[in-house]
């Protein structure tokens, strides 16, 4: 008896494991023909803010509304340089990119203005920019 039971609970971790790296190869494949610009594209919904973090230390744009909520982010890098998106008067680090990718990120946020920065050293004196939330 406790042979077949040790035999099933077998075959179930190896049907997780089968359904796993399914799982694995779809997402890969989802991603991949999400915008066809690679496999490493995160998926990105229609509604988030797109915002750019250049290679000279600036978001583009630096103005952002949003409608109150749920709001996402996708940050994407320039060629060189990593970033970060922070909210000030949070302080939530709502996303984050590698130098030439994106990241995304959500926060909840009611109505009102809200500086945004990157706190990656020696890039807040120029990466700012204000969100407005209505
Ligand atoms: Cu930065």
Redesign the pocket.
């Known amino acids: 008896m406790a042979g077949s039971a040790n035999t099933s609970r077998a075959s179930v971790v190896r049907r997780s494991l089968l359904i796993l790296a399914m799982a694995v190869v779809l997402l890969a494949c989802g991603n991949g023909d999400a915008d066809g610009s690679g496999a490493d594209e995160v998926a990105i919904s229609d509604d988030a803010l797109r915002v750019l973090?250049t290679d000279d230390?600036l978001f583009e744009p630096d103005e952002l509304h949003a409608p109150a909520g749920e709001i996402e982010f996708a940050l994407t890098c320039e060629d060189r340089?990593h970033?970060n998106l922070v909210i000030i008067a949070t302080g939530d680090e709502v996303a984050v990119c590698a130098a030439g990718e994106t990241g995304v990120g959500s926060i909840e946020l009611d109505a009102g203005t809200y500086e945004f920065v990157?706190t990656?050293p020696g890039?807040s004196a120029t990466?700012r920019g204000e969100l407005t939330v209505d």
Do not use: A, E, K, R
Request: with cysteine; charged share 0%; net charge neutral.
């Open positions: 973090g230390l340089v970033h990157c990656i890039h990466m």
